[in-house]
């Protein structure tokens, strides 16, 4: 009867890789001998001092990840709190008493002390204790993912500015090339061998030149203002970002199977170690509806002096068994509530799973397509500069109008800030990559002194 009972408390056994399903292979692959291994402090590809000091800024002082650290601290000290109901209680009273009148006085001294034990016959504290210390390494896991995103966020920021600072400064050398083209037809219009639609539509190729300064401008404090955000500082707080360009954008790192999701990602790790976690609070409430025993000891001493206090003690042992008997179904509604919770966690567990795959691919397949557009721009813009330069060459024979070199110059020069915008998504479906790959326990290792 002992191990049917006990048998029938005991959680479950799952398997991890048989609850989610997994593709054997990504759609989209990626070619292994081109591959770069995964590193772990993934931001260190860029080889940016100041890069790697915002993120160890962030990790420190960020209010979001400090916060989560603080949950994981709970969650430790529920798990410690739980344990303790594993061991004995014990306390020890003492006391005086002391009786005055006008001829005499008399005093006694009293001492008891008092011990009791759960004996976890049915393991219903050791389940509830097991299902509390999962929960504690959930929460170790969720800093791993906060840490991650983190990161993720402030690199994402980071090339967000540089990619703007690279277009500003494009914006601005065409800027001045518009500005000595206007000089030159303003001269050319001066001695009558050019038109004044020619100043006027090289004038407006100007002016839209610069209305494109305010907007890059604006983006470039609002992401200082989120970078401050990141890193735990007040908007407008002063921290050096440096670097006007895109960084060389590495090769994409090696993938593996997507069965490894489950080693490397820490929100999938979290959520499995939350359903394994209900699996033991669910034997806990089973194993709660069963007879419970206690040890309980209690000893005393009395004496009119401290000297004769310890000469003489009463010991009282006291075996104690209670068995609920009627409780409304309050046990029975419990055991019911753990499972539902269980069956939601499982629920949650693949579809966490399921949408790691789905981040990776997505992931996947925007780099891929991302470098065709990038090849793609960068011979139009060949092209582009090819068509301007037989367009200067044409209207400097006074073979055809202005209008045909204005087109093309600004043919040349939209696709020159579509370039820097492709090259940066590129940047950024590259760190989306990373995040989706994920890197368990990278917290921890973050972390150790070097």
Aim: proline share 4%; aromatic share 6%.
């Amino acid at each position: 009867m002992f191990a049917l009972l006990t048998a029938c408390a005991m959680p479950s056994p799952r398997n991890a890789a048989t609850i989610a399903v997994l593709p054997e292979r990504y759609a989209r692959t990626v070619n292994s001998n081109a591959a770069e291994p995964l590193p772990e402090r993934w931001w260190d590809i860029y080889q940016d001092s100041g890069l790697n000091a915002l993120v160890q800024m962030a990790l420190n002082d960020n209010p979001g990840i400090n916060q989560t650290r603080t949950r994981l601290e709970q969650a430790a000290a529920v798990a410690g709190k739980t344990y303790a109901d594993l061991l004995p209680s014990a306390s020890i009273t003492g006391e005086r008493r002391g009786t005055r009148t006008e001829n005499t006085s008399s005093d006694s001294l009293s001492l008891s002390g008092a011990a009791s034990y759960e004996l976890d016959i049915w393991g219903k504290n050791r389940a509830a204790a097991e299902a509390d210390i999962l929960e504690a390494q959930a929460s170790l896991q969720d800093l791993n993912v906060a840490s991650i995103t983190l990161s993720a966020s402030v690199v994402e920021n980071w090339l967000r500015l540089r990619a703007l600072r690279a277009e500003s400064r494009m914006i601005a050398d065409q800027i001045d090339t518009n500005t000595t083209i206007l000089d030159l037809q303003h001269e050319r219009y001066a001695n009558g061998s050019g038109s004044l639609l020619d100043v006027l539509q090289q004038k407006e190729t100007l002016e839209s030149s610069k209305a494109q300064l305010p907007d890059i401008q604006t983006s470039q404090e609002l992401i200082l203002h989120q970078l401050a955000a990141l890193v735990g500082k007040n908007p407008g707080a002063h921290f050096s970002v440096g670097g006007d360009s895109i960084p060389k954008i590495p090769a994409l790192p090696a993938t593996g199977l997507p069965s490894t999701l489950l080693e490397t990602r820490p929100d999938i790790e979290a959520a499995w170690l939350r359903l394994r976690s209900a699996d033991w609070a669910t034997s806990a409430a089973v194993r709660d509806r069963l007879p419970a025993f206690t040890l309980s000891a209690n000893i005393t001493s009395s004496a009119t002096k401290l000297s004769g206090l310890f000469d003489s003690w009463l010991l009282n042992l006291v075996a104690e068994a209670a068995l609920p008997i009627l409780d409304g179904g309050e046990r029975r509604a419990e055991v019911l509530r753990q499972k539902a919770r269980a069956d939601e966690r499982f629920h949650a567990y693949r579809e966490t799973v399921i949408g790691a795959i789905a981040e990776v691919e997505d992931a996947l397949t925007q780099n891929h397509f991302q470098l065709q557009k990038c090849d793609a721009i960068t011979r139009q813009l060949e092209s582009a500069r090819a068509a301007l330069e037989q367009a200067q060459l044409s209207y400097s024979n006074g073979d055809t109008g202005y209008i045909n070199v204005l087109t093309s110059l600004r043919s040349v020069q939209s696709l020159e800030r579509q370039y820097v915008q492709a090259e940066r998504d590129l940047a950024l479906f590259r760190v989306a990559l990373y995040r989706a790959l994920g890197v368990n326990d990278w917290h921890q290792k973050e972390q150790k002194p070097s």
